[in-house]
């Protein structure tokens, strides 16, 4: 569509509250909405789909304030004067997989989220799908990454020791008479990169997935989706880039940068100013306010959130892989339509649904996104029941007006590199975005050597709960901890937990443990095991129990310490 169509359609639909003006390399629109799904509206309207020429925004709408970027209470000197190499901001999945790569060459990294820890934000708030890449565009740069992406998951998660299932998915259809026509679509599926794929009849697919609906007819099944946990993926990557030499700082908010001729000088954060040599900005739902803190912002991010619900490990007998049932999402959705996901760890997860909204941080779940959920993914499995649900959350995607990842240096700055706009399949592109960025890190560094003690490989936690009789027994024999449970809904020992405590990335709060080694993720959700946690947290880390957050800054479990009160 021409500007002139798009300006006209705008004033067709908003009157003239909104104006859209071309500039230098973007698509400047501003004005006055009268909601958010109207600011976001218009922002679709003026965007060409994977352009690199970006909608900006710039849209107010009546009475709305947006709540600034949670930053820590935390200040410090901690990073004062320091002159790394290279500055990641955001320990997401894809911050933390372009670290992995660049530890690989000798240079000095400095990676830093505004976060108490990694894999907070939408890293940890996702299907844990490894997307074939079915439904995304051929030519967008999304679609490049998610194929490459997928094909690095089977090396990457046996080099960093990640549970990783490719286990394949069904897309299934109500018609029968589209059977013939699944066959003449094997040759594109081969081509666009989704990989092989198989056709079934209902006879065949009840075979695989008995508790499947009747309403499916035939389905197609991609070989090459997975299923992974998507925080144990980042806390791993995160891992084995520490242990290769990158410096890793938490709860360190980049708050303002000062930027001189096309240059940034200096990153000012919580805990001092650094003077980087490259800045990349891997911020998810901010990676547009990072940019316009280097002066080089040309996209802008509008946020969308995705609801799941987490189901109780006895729902997991009923899917073997993922499936969905063709035309029962909405169609204004832009969501990959979601589906029912059995998970590396036994659970099943439901959703995700899509809803724009104008706060990148409140992940607050509602019933209707659940509600609504169980409703459309009930037409593939009857045999949900909400019964079975351990509890929900929600993600936020950081979507683009031209929803396509952007990975490239800065246009209007020399010494950044932006990967923004990674909505989903960032999870799966995560590994080949890494390495892209480190392509692009060498030209700023050609000399740079390569690490010679880099180690691709990470030594996991030990699960008892997976090892026989003999294995734990041994392990018991060298540590009693190992043969203490304190989470008997996944059986997780105090040893485990200690391990958690003492990783390459140590966390210290109770979700921080939860997320390393699973205490707390069973049908009682923590209700039995987490003041046991508290005081193993407590015990080891020589803190008062008082003091043992469960996450964020505030989320203090006690009031006092016990017998304090007389
Ligand atoms: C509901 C839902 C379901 C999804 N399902 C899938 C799926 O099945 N498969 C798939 O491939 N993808 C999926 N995705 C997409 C995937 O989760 C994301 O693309 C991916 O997690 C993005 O990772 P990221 O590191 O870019 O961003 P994030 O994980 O959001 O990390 C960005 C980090 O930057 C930090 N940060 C921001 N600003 C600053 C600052 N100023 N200073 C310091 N730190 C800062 C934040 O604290 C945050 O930790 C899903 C997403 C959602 C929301």
């Excluded at 218009?42 to 709540?67: F, M, W």
Aim: proline content about 5%; hydrophobic content about 35%; charged content about 25%.
């Amino acid at each position: 569509m021409s500007v002139a169509k798009k300006q006209r359609k705008l004033r067709k639909i908003f009157g003239g509250a909104m104006e859209l003006r071309p500039e230098k390399g973007r698509m400047h629109l501003v004005g006055e909405a009268k909601s958010w799904d109207d600011a976001v509206q218009a922002g679709l309207i003026c965007a060409k789909k994977g352009s690199d020429i970006h909608v900006v925004s710039d849209v107010t709408v009546k009475g709305l304030e947006i709540p600034p970027m949670r930053v820590p209470e935390l200040r410090d000197n901690a990073l004062e004067g320091l002159r790394p190499d290279v500055m990641i901001i955001g320990a997401g999945v894809t911050g933390c997989a372009i670290a992995r790569e660049l530890s690989r060459l000798k240079l000095n990294v400095l990676l830093t989220d505004k976060e108490y820890d990694v894999a907070t934000h939408a890293s940890s708030r996702n299907d844990g799908m490894v997307h074939p890449g079915i439904d995304i565009l051929p030519g967008l740069l999304k679609k490049k990454l998610n194929t490459r992406g997928n094909r690095m998951y089977t090396r990457l998660c046996r080099e960093l020791n990640v549970p990783f299932d490719r286990c394949g998915q069904y897309l299934c259809f109500r018609q029968k008479s589209v059977l013939p026509l699944l066959y003449l679509t094997k040759p594109y599926w081969l081509l666009s990169g989704a990989g092989s794929t198989e056709v079934l009849t209902k006879k065949a697919l009840k075979k695989r997935e008995t508790d499947v609906s009747d309403e499916a007819a035939c389905a197609l099944y991609f070989k090459s989706a997975g299923s992974v946990c998507p925080y144990g993926l980042t806390v791993a990557l995160a891992e084995n880039a520490v242990e290769n030499g990158v410096r890793l700082s938490l709860d360190t908010a980049v708050l303002n940068m000062a930027v001189e001729k096309g240059e940034i000088r200096s990153v000012n954060t919580n805990r001092g100013t650094v003077y980087p040599g490259l800045v990349i900005n891997a911020a998810g739902v901010f990676a547009e306010d990072v940019a316009k803190m280097a002066q080089d912002r040309f996209f802008s991010i509008h946020p969308r959130r995705g609801t799941n619900a987490i189901l109780d490990k006895k729902a997991r007998r009923h899917i073997v892989s993922i499936y969905s049932l063709m035309g029962t999402q909405s169609k204004s959705a832009h969501t990959k339509g979601g589906g029912v996901v059995g998970t590396v760890d036994g659970n099943v997860l439901v959703g995700p649904d899509a809803v724009e909204t104008p706060e990148k941080e409140n992940f607050a779940t509602d019933a209707e996104s659940i509600l609504k959920t169980f409703e459309k993914q009930r037409h593939a499995a009857p045999w949900l029941t909400q019964g079975d649900i351990i509890t929900y959350f929600t993600g936020i995607r950081a979507a683009t007006y031209e929803e396509d990842f952007i990975v490239e240096k800065g246009r209007a700055v020399r010494n950044i590199i932006h990967a923004a706009g990674i909505q989903s399949p960032g999870l799966t592109a995560a590994p080949a975005v890494g390495e892209m960025v480190a392509g692009m890190v060498r030209d700023y560094f050609p000399k740079a050597e390569k690490n010679p003690s880099f180690d691709p490989n990470r030594k996991p936690i030990v699960r008892m709960a997976e090892l026989s009789f003999e294995e734990r027994a041994k392990y018991i024999e060298q540590n009693p901890d190992y043969g203490e449970i304190v989470c008997r809904c996944e059986e997780i020992s105090r040893g485990e937990i200690i391990d958690a405590l003492r990783r390459p990335v140590p966390c210290s709060t109770v979700d921080g443990v939860k997320r390393r080694c699973r205490p707390g993720m069973g049908r009682c959700q923590g209700g039995f095991c987490s003041p046991l946690v508290v005081k193993i947290i407590s015990e080891t880390l020589g803190i008062p129990e008082s003091e043992v957050r469960k996450g964020s800054e505030g989320s203090r479990l006690l009031m006092g310490e016990k017998g304090a009160h007389k």
